[in-house]
Nanobody
Framework: QVQLVESGGGSVKAGESLRLTCVAS????????MGWFRQAPGKEREFVAA????????FYADSVKGRFTVSRDNAKATMDLQMNSLKPEDTAVYYC??????????????????WGQGTQVTVSS
């Protein structure tokens, strides 16, 4: 079992930054490939970013590439998402997710085993 708790969401204006953190517990963190997803009102949940177990590999959705950066600290069992140059279309509930024992970045939502409860990000124009 893996428990995931997100924090760092909030309300900002377009162009500003936020940093989300996901804290994991219950299993060796380095066993898990990790990812961030988001769900806007009335839309399907979508992939945002993923990072491999070691942190060497990462991957981003085209919509956030160059603006968002995912990182992890296996010693602290945390994963961060630095979000810069935020846009109103980034408004969503952001979820972190863990995929156990996958050896690369994981993009597919269906391959994730555990999910956090989500944190709201609201970007106004």
């Amino acid at each position: 079992q893996v428990q995931l708790v997100e924090s760092g969401g909030g309300s900002v204006k377009a162009g500003e930054s936020l940093r989300l953190t996901c804290v994991a517990s219950g299993r060796t963190f380095s066993d898990c490939a990790m990812g961030w997803f988001r769900q806007a009102p009335g839309k399907e949940r979508e992939f945002v970013a993923a990072i491999s177990r070691s942190g060497i590999m990462d991957f981003y959705a085209d919509s956030v590439k160059g603006r968002f950066t995912v990182s992890r600290d296996n010693a602290k069992a945390t994963m961060d998402l630095q979000m810069n140059s935020l846009k109103p279309e980034d408004t969503a509930v952001y979820y972190c997710a863990a995929a156990v024992l996958h050896n690369t970045v994981v993009v597919s939502e269906g391959l994730y085993d555990y999910w956090g409860q989500g944190t709201q990000v609201t970007v106004s124009s």
